[in-house]
């Protein structure tokens, strides 16, 4: 059927796929770690297995509509449509939202829990001009104005006052094009204008501030950066044959860098004056250490990861761990904190891990992160031990 089975790196390595009578992919291998699809009989994926051996599943109706999601972590997601495919509501864990559309199929505002979270509103165009959220009591928007064109041509950001809705905040950013239509200018409230110089179908070939220089670029023929100009400094790149980066040199020697690739396509060397990185990889192509050499310098960090490319307490560094995976992809503990979750999947808590038999001193401390009912992140608190 012509479809890809394998890929073999020149260092041997083989990744691979196969497929089902239908030609749908049902299992990747990469490195001797799988990765599994179920389909159903309408060919729709009904479950994902990763290498860790957790599950996603997926369920449809009978318009091919994805109607509920349950992630590894065991978080459940479902969707609801209207006779026209527009989704009306959704539902993350006993967290409801509600979407509202105009006659025009627009969105119009979303309720979470019953209370209004964001507006749009639109022009007779049919154009976005106004979107708005409540924060902490306060009305948050964005106006767009537009020229003749459809071009955005400005954005005024506001504030208002919870209660009588005064003015409290405001600043207005302008944009403005060139004769070929691109956006070349951009000019913030009390600020001197930003000024992008291009050429041919926008290439960036350097920068403005009011009317001091910024940075000027010079361009290879594949429009690659080679030369980068600011102030007093020079910085030159190269590339190596199959366009990876080669080198950035400085005309401030020990800023200079040299990188080195291997066969893969994977970073393997960084070299400065300086120091040197060196990099290893799995035969996944995840990054398994680093080594750094310097003068009077020589440290190696070994990292571990599960199946499915969680970090794990690496066994040279913690040879006491037995924890071979996270099956749900929450990362509970590592070499410096504990984490707990929220059913929503938001990270609520992280402490310092104290390892035991040591005595605490003040930098020990736990991070606690409060979110709205919107997952945003509201409030932050810190304690630290005495």
């Avoid at 955005?152 to 504030?159: A, I, K, S």
């Avoid at 207005?172 to 691109?182: D, F, K, P, S, V």
């Avoid at 690739?261 to 040197?276: A, C, H, K, V, Y």
Wanted: glycine fraction near 8%; hydrophobic fraction near 25%; proline fraction near 4%.
């Amino acid at each position: 059927a012509g479809d890809l089975t394998a890929v073999i790196a020149p260092d041997g390595s083989r990744n691979g796929t196969q497929y089902d009578a239908w030609g749908k992919a049902v299992r990747t291998t990469q490195g001797g770690l799988t990765r599994s699809m179920e389909y159903d009989a309408a060919g729709r994926v009904i479950r994902l297995t990763s290498e860790n051996g957790s599950h996603t599943t997926f369920r449809y109706d009978v318009l091919d509509r994805l109607i509920q999601e349950t992630g590894f972590d065991g978080r459940t997601q479902r969707y609801h449509h209207d006779l026209t495919g527009k989704l009306i509501r959704s539902e993350d864990e006993g967290l409801v939202t509600h979407w509202y559309y105009d006659e025009a199929d627009r969105l119009t505002h979303r309720t979470v829990k019953g209370e209004t979270a964001e507006q749009w509103q639109y022009d007779e165009r049919g154009w976005l001009t106004d979107i708005s959220h409540i924060s902490e009591g306060h009305r948050v928007a964005v106006h767009y104005r537009y020229d003749e064109k459809g071009r955005l041509t400005g954005e005024r950001q506001t504030v208002h006052h919870p209660q009588t809705e005064a003015l409290l905040w405001q600043h207005e950013t302008r944009h403005a094009y060139n004769a070929q239509g691109l956006a070349n200018r951009c000019i913030p409230d009390s600020l001197p204008a930003v000024e992008w110089l291009t050429y041919g179908s926008g290439w960036l070939a350097g920068m403005k501030l009011g009317d001091t220089p910024l940075v000027d670029f010079t361009r290879d023929r594949l429009h690659r950066e080679t030369l980068r100009s600011f102030g007093r400094y020079e910085l030159t790149t190269a590339y190596t044959p199959a366009g990876q980066l080669q080198s950035q040199h400085l005309n401030s020697l020990l800023s200079d860098r040299d990188y080195t690739w291997n066969d893969n396509g994977e970073l393997i060397r960084i070299s400065s004056p300086r120091q040197t990185r060196s990099y290893s990889y799995s035969t996944t192509g995840r990054l398994t250490g680093v080594h750094t050499t310097a003068a009077n310098l020589d440290i190696r960090i070994p990292y571990a990861t599960d199946p499915a490319g969680n970090r794990l307490p690496d066994p040279e560094l913690h040879p006491d761990s037995t924890l071979s995976m996270w099956p749900d992809n929450r990362i509970a503990r590592d070499a410096h904190y504990l984490y707990r979750y929220d059913r929503h999947g938001r990270l609520t808590e992280k402490t310092d891990l104290i390892p035991e038999g040591v005595i605490r001193t003040d930098d020990e401390r736990t991070h606690r992160y409060h979110y709205d009912s919107q997952h945003r992140l509201v409030h932050y608190t810190r304690t630290q031990y005495e």
